[in-house]
């Protein structure tokens, strides 16, 4: 009898955290209403203290060197990237592939997540018309340490092996969702206008997506810390006490019965 409340005791006390999934609402942290650019964009999760920080990048640079781009926000549209090479107007400003130009925007976490889903706002494609929606890649830092962009190239960073392509999206309609479904957790992710230089293995060119033609506007990041969601190892004293007298009490029942 005792070693089956042990055997249940220990299935309670590694008994995991249900895991909820954060939602980053890029709305909570708008510096401004559709006027001024800046640097990067803070927002925090709902559920964890689990920070987000985003940057703007694009591979407009001598030898397709990737620079930072310049952010700007509407809560009507969504999160707008301008690269160095290109005029402040639709479809431009978005998160585009227009001009052969590749824009990104990287995902900063203070705590590794499980990216589940990411939903934007405004979206464009423009061949063969001008449609509502866009083909979008994902990929996440599966390196050591900390990510860094700046000065590579996409394709030097899709070839270092740092870096994992998780989907790429085809015809994502404006104002909806998009489920990711991967085992990858990161502290680092790249969300961009559909890349071509970060497919899928075996993958044939534009099967799934063409280049060159998409723009889209980031809305909202979903996904699972993974630090709230890690089973608890240490149970607390109430309890260590509560199944301590249960046991002595089971101890002292056998002793009466001999």
């Known amino acids: 009898m005792i070693k089956k409340i042990l055997v249940a005791a220990t299935f309670v006390v590694a008994l995991p955290a249900t895991a909820q999934i954060d939602t980053w609402d890029l709305d909570d942290g708008v510096k401004s209403t559709n006027t001024t650019y800046f640097e ?27 620079e930072a781009g310049q952010l700007k926000y509407s809560n009507t549209y969504g999160l707008m990237l301008v690269n160095q090479n290109e005029p402040d107007n ?13 824009d990104m925007v990287l995902l900063s976490f203070d705590q590794a997540i ?9 979206a464009q494609e423009a061949k063969p018309q001008n449609l509502y929606r866009a083909d979008i890649s994902v ?4 390196g050591s340490g900390t990510a860094n962009v700046a000065a590579n190239t996409w394709s030097g960073l899709a070839s270092s092996g740092d870096w994992a392509t998780i989907g790429e999206y085809r015809d994502v309609e404006d104002y909806t969702y ?7 957790t990161s ?5 961009g206008a559909y890349n071509p230089i970060f497919q899928n293995p075996g993958e044939v060119t534009g099967q799934w997506a063409s280049a060159n033609n998409d723009g889209f506007k980031l809305a909202s990041i979903n996904g699972i810390t993974m630090a709230s969601s890690k089973p608890s190892s240490v ?24």
């Open 40 to 66: 990067s964009l803070n927002v925090d999760g709902l559920l964890d203290n689990n920070s987000l920080t985003i940057t703007g990048w694009s591979d407009t640079g001598i030898g397709g060197t990737i």
């Open 90 to 102: 639709n479809p431009h400003h978005s998160i585009d592939s227009y001009d052969t130009y590749f």
């Open 187 to 191: 502290k680092y992710w790249l969300v």
């Open 178 to 184: 998009q489920d990711v479904a991967s085992d990858v």
């Open 235 to 258: 149970p607390e004293p109430s309890s260590i006490a509560i199944l301590g007298l249960g046991l002595l009490g089971l101890c002292s029942m056998r002793k009466k019965r001999s």
């Open 114 to 122: 499980d990216l589940t889903r990411f939903g934007i706002g405004w």
């Open 139 to 142: 990929a996440a830092f599966t």
